[in-house]
């Protein structure tokens, strides 16, 4: 049974499927449902194309670096990019009432609601790391 696999996809938007494939292989390899797959694929998408557009910048130079590691608690997955990082405390949260229409923020609610853990830190050596889990 795999244990881990790791990607370095280009920092383009055709990344964001090619990121999503791999997840869904991965996860069904290792006994996930189409439930939780779809969960999987809808994080994944999110925090791929996040890193692409707002780490990177689509600066095709730099690097999206994707982790999905068969751990005892579940599927954890690590998507750094390689930009300037950010606090995610700084994000408006999109269910208050004046951002309700405001494009920003939906997908860090999407990627918490979709996963049963969801963290993001700043790299030592630049980005930022978003590591997820989805529980068995």
Not at 13 to 28: L, Y
Not at 84 to 96: H, K, L, M, R
Not at 97 to 118: H, Q, T, Y
Request: net charge negative.
């Amino acid at each position: 049974m795999l244990k881990e696999k790791t990607l370095k996809l280009t920092s383009r938007i055709e990344s964001v499927e090619e990121a999503a494939q791999k997840a869904a292989e991965f996860a069904r390899d290792i006994n996930f449902g189409d439930e939780e797959i779809f969960a999987i694929d809808m994080a994944i998408r999110e925090s791929v194309a996040n890193a692409v557009k707002h780490g990177n910048k689509l600066d095709e130079t730099k690097k999206v670096v994707v982790t999905f590691f068969n751990a005892t608690s579940g599927l954890e997955i690590t998507v750094r990019d390689f930009g300037e990082g950010f606090a995610v405390e700084d994000i408006p949260d999109p269910t208050e009432p004046a951002n309700l229409l405001k494009a920003s923020g939906r997908g860090i609610l999407f990627m918490r609601s979709f996963m049963d853990e969801v963290e993001w830190t700043n790299h030592a050596e630049g980005g930022t790391v978003v590591k997820m889990l989805k529980k068995r």
